[in-house]
């Protein structure tokens, strides 16, 4: 049986650890050529070297989601191997956004969360158009998160952040269909990896319990999803919202 993404050259932001690096490893394995980028320079070589020991084609690039110019250049860089048939927009300030209520929140914090977080992604997909389209089936999943459907108390930036990932998905989707463009959006639960070490256990036992399905999540629990909607199964499906957090919200 033919592999999901064989032949198709996904771009995975923010892959270096965690649940971007989850993502790029399952669609490795159902035959993807990838691209990656992080800021984390030293993660995402490992990432990137140990996607090629296993026989993936990979390209690794340090982007700046913050800097409108590291990722201009980025794209110009990766625009000269050829079109792109899928943008993963998973970069996000995910580490150390919590804690403080709404009346304490840091204003310097809530302002990289949104710079990165919100205007990074639609700037990421801005430059990747061009390169989507000229693939004539490309997708672009974006990472929401389930917080921003329950409305997860002190944690007011990266909340609002997702929020708007999810309203940008769907506009998204209305202007880049005539491109013949699919996006999406995933928001996934609390998922125990390296960009979340910070959160109390109670916040993870406090989800577990929650859910229909009374476990942790794992970055692996997300990836089935996000390959569906980069592939040709859902060549029809566009401007929605897939929840993935083992039944904590329901859609």
């Not at 999901?4 to 965690?18: E, N, P, S």
């Not at 982007?63 to 250049?73: H, L, T, V, Y």
């Not at 048939?85 to 304490?104: K, Q, S, Y």
Request: glycine content about 10%; overall charge negative; charged content about 20%.
């Amino acid at each position: 049986m033919p592999r999901m993404l064989a032949d198709k050259r996904i771009l995975v932001t923010g892959a270096a650890r965690g649940l971007g690096r989850s993502i790029a490893v399952a669609a490795a394995a159902e035959g993807a050529q990838l691209v990656i980028s992080d800021i984390l320079d030293e993660e995402l070589n490992a990432t990137a070297e140990a996607l090629r020991q296993d026989g993936t084609q990979v390209e690794a690039l340090v982007i700046d989601q913050a800097d409108p110019a590291s990722i201009e250049a980025g794209m110009v860089q990766i625009a000269e191997n050829g079109p792109l048939h899928g943008l993963v927009n998973n970069a996000a300030i995910a580490t150390g956004v919590g804690g403080e209520t709404l009346m304490d929140y840091d204003l310097d914090l809530w302002d990289r969360v949104m710079t990165v977080n919100v205007r990074g992604s639609w700037l990421m997909t801005r430059a990747a158009v061009p390169l989507l389209a000229a693939s004539g089936s490309g997708r672009i999943v974006n990472l929401a998160s389930d917080t921003a459907l329950w409305g997860a108390p002190k944690l007011m930036a990266y909340v609002a952040s997702k929020g708007a990932v999810v309203s940008m998905t769907r506009s998204m989707a209305r202007e880049l269909g005539e491109r013949s463009i699919c996006v999406n959006a995933v928001a996934p639960g609390l998922t125990h990896c390296e960009a979340t070490e910070y959160v109390p256990q109670e916040r993870y036992d406090f989800y577990a319990e929650g859910r229909a399905l009374k476990r942790e999540q794992q970055p692996d629990d997300v990836d089935g999803t996000i390959l569906y909607l980069l592939s040709d199964w859902s060549k029809f499906v566009t401007g929605q919202l897939i929840p993935v957090n083992g039944g904590f919200v329901f859609n």
